[in-house]
C-alpha cells in the first residue's frame, strides 16, 4: 500500500513535471510570437533566441542560425551528456539497491559525490558554452549578412542599456 508520504511525492513530482512542461512549450513557442523588426528581412536571426534554444537544446541555437554541423555536435555531445547521466542513476541505483538503501547524499562516499558534483559542473558548463556559442554564431551569421548588432550603453542617473539594430548599406 502506497502511504500518504509516498502519495504527497507522486503529486508534487506531477505537479513539476507539468510546470516544467508549461516551460517547455513557452519557450518553443517564443518564435511565433516574436514581433518582426522593422526594415528586417527574414533572414535575420536573434541572437538572444540562439542562446535560449541552445540552452534547452544544445545545438539548436546553432541549427537556427543555420551552422548545421557545429549544432550536429552539439546536439551529439547532448546526447553523451544524457548518456553519461543515465549511467551515473543506475550505477547509484544498482549500488544501493543491493544493500537495500535508498540513495541520498548523505549515503554516498567521496567517489560518489566527487562524480555527482563532476557531472553537474560539466553538464552546466557543457550547457553555458553552448549558449554563449549559439550567440556568437548567430552574431557572425547576421554580420556575413550586414547587420550589425552592437550593446549601446546610456550613460544617466540610472545605467540603461538598449540592444541597436543597424542594417549596413
Known sequence: MKT??????????????????????????????????????????????AGILSW?????GQIYAHAYTRGSFFVLGELVDKTALLSLFLYLH???SRIGGQVSWLNLNDTEKG?????????????????????????RYDRLRGY??????LPGPSLGVSLEFRRNL
Open 115 to 139: 562524480l555527482v558534483i563532476s557531472y553537474a559542473l560539466l553538464s552546466v558548463g557543457f550547457r553555458i558554452y553552448t549558449s554563449l556559442d549559439a550567440v556568437r554564431t548567430t552574431q
Open 148 to 153: 550589425d548588432t552592437s550593446l549601446l550603453i
Open 94 to 96: 544498482d549500488r544501493y
Open 4 to 49: 500518504d508520504a509516498m502519495m504527497e511525492k507522486m503529486r508534487t513530482m506531477k505537479k513539476r513535471i507539468l510546470l516544467l512542461s508549461a516551460a517547455g512549450l513557452f519557450l518553443v513557442s517564443l518564435p511565433l510570437f516574436a514581433e518582426r523588426l522593422p526594415g528586417f528581412s527574414d533572414d535575420y536571426k536573434d541572437p538572444f533566441l
Open 56 to 60: 534547452v537544446m544544445p545545438g539548436a
